[in-house]
């Protein structure tokens, strides 16, 4: 599968899970999905970038 194929799947995927998760009699006029609030320890992922370096090969990275 081309990487637009795949791309275009990932992305219909996406708008029908969030569609599917409004209620059918929902007033809003565009889905709106019920998101929990993320926090990110700043000073862990400081310690990190320090602990591995710039010329890190970051794996899972493009």
Do not use: C, N, Q
Not at 21 to 39: G, H, I, N
């Amino acid at each position: 599968m081309s990487d637009e194929k795949l791309s275009k799947h990932a992305a219909d995927f996406v708008i029908d899970t969030i569609a599917r998760s409004e209620s059918y009699d929902s007033t809003m006029a565009e889905p709106t999905p019920d998101l929990l609030p993320v926090s990110y320890d700043g000073a862990a992922i400081s310690e990190y970038l320090a602990e591995i370096g710039p010329e890190s090969d970051h794996e899972g990275e493009d």
